[in-house]
């Protein structure tokens, strides 16, 4: 039986996404757009409000599912902290086991990196650490995008997105791999915002601007299978946004650049590319099992 119902658990989800998505735009508009530190400090003031309260529909649910006598997937009603993710036990496990994961995943966009200067020259992010060491406003502008790249668009997505929606759909009952499927619905759509401030601020025509957040949408929502896989495996909160980081770290895959290499490197980064999907996609169940991470919270169903 079902600890809640699902129109409830979804009812919460989207209340969740909403707070987190509307909470960016309480305050007035920036002609700087998103990448201006202001813009960036007071998002994170937002979505750190939001995130301070996002648990509670989940404990709610819990709540009243244990005074009722029933459990999330069983008989036995896990705590609300741990529904959550917020333990100890397996934590060394899930703070390396995904990242060698997502690496095998990123095989070909890695060696492209290590194999080029002007790929790591060119790189987004090595780019804001070189700007992020100069001097006046650039380098005050570098490190808040940095900081809300690598740390607080990771750590307060992943635990609204993953730690405190998963356990509301967990509890309708829906199994690991509906959860999988459904969840990273909520986080994808919670993107699509942007396309105002591609219109608006950046100037975008509207059908670029729509392509660009259709492919933001379609991206995170895959990313967000990967991440929701992660929560549910390890069943730790920060096990996902370490996943998260990274691949923002790495971003997209660069295959257009990939492609343009010097003949010789191409055999070696196609290869890398299959060889590293090939392995993530034989190795990723094991490295990924729950027993790992000592879970039992999200080990069944």
Do not use: K
């Not at 201006?36 to 709540?63: D, G, K, M, T």
């Not at 808040?144 to 929606?165: G, H, K, N, T, Y």
């Not at 896989?229 to 790495?250: D, E, I, Q, R």
């Amino acid at each position: 039986m079902a600890a809640a119902s699902l129109p409830a658990a979804v009812a919460a989800c989207c209340g969740v996404a909403a707070a987190y998505v509307g909470s960016l735009y309480v305050w007035p508009a920036h002609p700087g757009g998103r990448q201006h530190p202001e813009v960036i400090a007071r998002r994170a003031a937002s979505v750190a409000a939001v995130s301070a309260l996002a648990w509670l529909p989940a404990a709610a649910l819990n709540a009243a599912a244990t005074a009722a006598g029933r459990g999330a997937q069983g008989p036995a009603a896990a705590t609300t902290r741990q529904l959550l993710g917020l333990r100890i036990s397996g934590a060394p496990a899930a703070a390396a086991l995904p990242l060698a994961a997502v690496a095998l995943l990123f095989l070909g966009p890695l060696v492209h990196l290590a194999a080029s200067a002007e790929a790591r020259a060119a790189h987004p992010l090595a780019a804001a650490i070189r700007a992020a060491a100069g001097g006046g406003a650039a380098a005050g502008a570098a490190r808040f995008q940095i900081a809300r790249d690598l740390l607080i668009a990771p750590v307060s997505e992943e635990w609204v997105f993953r730690a405190c929606l998963v356990p509301l759909l967990w509890l309708a009952g829906l199994g690991r791999r509906a959860v999988v499927l459904f969840t990273p619905l909520f986080f994808g759509a919670a993107h699509l915002h942007h396309l105002r401030e591609l219109v608006t601020v950046q100037g975008l025509p509207l059908r670029p601007a729509l392509a660009s957040v259709l492919f933001q949408f379609a991206f995170t929502t895959v990313f967000g299978w990967l991440a929701t896989w992660v929560f549910l495996s390890t069943g730790h909160a920060f096990a996902p946004a370490l996943v998260h980081a990274a691949c923002n770290a790495v971003g997209v895959p660069p295959f257009g650049e990939m492609r343009r290499a010097r003949l010789w490197g191409q055999p070696v980064l196609w290869w890398a590319t299959a060889a590293g999907v090939a392995l993530f996609w034989r190795l990723s169940g094991a490295l990924l099992r729950p027993e790992h991470y000592s879970n039992r919270v999200y080990a069944g169903a």
